[in-house]
């Protein structure tokens, strides 16, 4: 695990990261020692390490399903965005409804909040779209939110905001067409 953390207090390639993604991966006490000492560790080896776990997420997302809880804590007493990202993409895979409900408040939040990275609210967003395809609520809230951000955001985010939300009210439109 030093050589781990070693490792991430300096510039990381992607290889290397997938190299340190492939080693906590064959090792899981690995996962939980670094989740488990999270806030000890500097923010730039913090935000690198939840890459890391990221990178682990991608390859095999059901690996890390026994620390969903321990991630979700570290999400509530974190505000460094780049963590908070990463953290948006591995839970979007839980089944507790406790993380899911709370995660769906927190992704309407970021959205909203002027000073969350782009990056971080298409994360955010990604919490939002699957559930606002069945729900009206959800939908209206998520419109709401993606319409807030229009004119406080960069222009590319504007176009892919204003996209989203054409496609979430015509797919309402046809729903409610065609009951």
């Known amino acids: 695990m ?28 690995e996962i939980h020692k670094f989740l488990s000492e999270f806030f000890s560790y500097p923010k730039l080896t913090q935000c690198k390490g939840m890459w890391v776990v990221g990178i682990i997420h991608e390859k095999n997302a059901g690996s ?24 948006f993409q591995i839970l979007l895979t839980t089944t507790q409804e406790k993380i899911r409900a709370f995660m769906m408040d927190a992704a309407i939040q970021c959205i ?3 000073k969350s990275s782009v990056a971080e609210c298409h994360h955010a967003l990604q919490w939002l779209l699957q559930p606002s395809k069945n729900h009206l609520e959800i939908c209206n809230e998520t419109i709401s ?35």
Request: avoid cysteine; charge should be positive.
């Open 2 to 29: 030093e050589y781990s953390i070693i490792q991430l207090k300096r510039a990381l390639k992607r290889t290397e990261a997938i190299s340190i993604a492939e080693n906590w991966q064959s090792n899981p006490s």
């Open 145 to 179: 939110a993606l319409s807030s951000t229009l004119h406080n955001r960069s222009s590319a985010w504007a176009r892919y905001a204003q996209k989203q939300i054409t496609r979430l009210e015509k797919l309402h439109s046809l729903k409610a067409h065609f009951k």
């Open 64 to 87: 890390l399903i026994p620390f969903h809880s321990a991630i979700f804590d570290i999400f509530k007493m974190t505000n460094e965005t780049a963590v908070r990202r990463e953290i």
């Open 112 to 114: 909203q909040n002027p």
